[in-house]
């Protein structure tokens, strides 16, 4: 079953197409990544997706039902977090979240709730303005949870977030899908700060879909990677392994690959009497996979 699905959805500004044509079908029950560079369209999308935006043309379904003829009831099921969050600075979490219960009319105990869930709990009587912007991240992920959604959709939750903070948002993620069975839609323009977390992923540039599926499939298909082996022959090394792409980058013999290959080439360097001391590797980048992806799309035309 999907939670999302659009059919040529499409959005223009002025003539310019900022999302052309797109066919999203984003699974339910599981943390799915909406992965795109800047300007791609992926916050134009959101804003459609949560009817906060008009669409130019095309079809949207949330839960299977179109958000056209049901946007109360649908939008009753979805938490979003969208832009940089608004809060009343000069509130407290606690106070905030407050605010929300009365919108929402719920229970006293959910604020407690959410705020243990996004480990605001002992934070809850500061002051926002004196929140970090990890803490107000999850602020607003606790209020996106205040009416119980089914759905989340976060649009880059982990931007400007160092890698701890990017590690607690990945977590409590993973615990609101599984514990929660919440089914959760994460933008970003950074495939490796999400991979942890999404088995599945839409990729778009330029406001068109250039891949969906799950992220595996990707990374298996597209992300060749460098892998640096310190060894104690580098060129008897990179003679050793004339059927990979090698070249000798400073003290190290660089092999250009994909990650499942460490072990077979380090057997096969162990084997002819090499001593590897270090191995080492950088990841594609989502900008590399990006290029693959258009120039399999656009082949390159003869000049
Ligand atoms: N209100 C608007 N008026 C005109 N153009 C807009 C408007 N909103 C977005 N755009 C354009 O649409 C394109 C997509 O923008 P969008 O904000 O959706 O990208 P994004 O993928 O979210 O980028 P980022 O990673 O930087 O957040 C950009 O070229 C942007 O300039
Ligand atoms: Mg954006």
């Given amino acids: 079953m999907c939670v999302i699905q659009t059919k040529n959805l499409t959005?223009?500004?002025?003539?310019?197409?900022?999302?052309?044509?797109?066919?999203?079908?984003?699974?339910?029950?599981?943390?799915?990544?909406?992965?795109?560079?800047?300007?791609?369209?992926?916050?134009?999308?959101?804003r459609m997706l949560l009817g906060l935006a008009e669409k130019t043309s095309g079809d949207i379904k949330l839960f299977n039902k179109s958000l056209k003829t049901h946007k109360s009831e649908i939008l009753s099921n979805v938490g979003a977090l969208v832009d940089s969050p608004s809060f009343y600075e000069h509130l407290s979490g606690f106070e905030n979240l407050k605010i929300m219960q009365l919108v929402h009319n719920c229970d006293d105990t959910k604020i407690q709730e959410v705020l243990s869930i996004v480990e605001l709990t002992e934070a809850a009587n500061k002051k926002v303005k004196d929140y970090s912007l990890g803490m107000k991240q999850r602020l607003g992920i606790a209020i996106a949870l205040m009416n119980d959604p089914k759905l989340l959709i976060l649009d880059e939750p982990t931007n400007g977030l160092d890698p701890n903070g990017i590690k607690k948002m990945r977590e409590l993620l993973i615990m609101l899908s599984q514990r929660k069975r919440i089914s959760i839609v994460v933008s970003s323009h950074n495939l490796f700060e999400i991979e942890n977390m999404c088995n599945y992923v839409c990729l778009i540039n330029k406001g068109t879909l250039l891949y969906q599926g799950e992220l595996k499939s990707?990374?298996?298909?597209?992300?060749?990677?460098?892998?640096?082996?310190?060894?104690?022959?580098?060129?008897?090394?990179?003679n050793i392994l004339k059927d990979y792409n090698t070249n000798i980058r400073g003290d190290k013999l660089n092999v250009n690959t994909q990650l499942s290959e460490i072990p077979k080439i380090n057997k096969i360097l162990v084997t002819n009497n090499m001593d590897v001391f270090e191995i080492t590797h950088e990841k594609t980048s989502l900008?590399?996979?990006?290029?693959?992806?258009?120039?399999?799309?656009e082949p390159k035309k003869n000049v």
């Fill in 11 to 46: 959005k223009e500004f002025k003539g310019f197409k900022a999302v052309d044509n797109l066919n999203l079908t984003i699974p339910n029950g599981e943390i799915s990544g909406f992965l795109g560079p800047n300007g791609s369209g992926k916050t134009t999308t959101i």
């Fill in 218 to 238: 990707l990374l298996n298909k597209y992300a060749q990677h460098n892998v640096f082996f310190n060894t104690s022959d580098n060129t008897t090394a990179k």
């Fill in 287 to 297: 900008e590399d996979i990006f290029l693959k992806l258009t120039e399999k799309k």
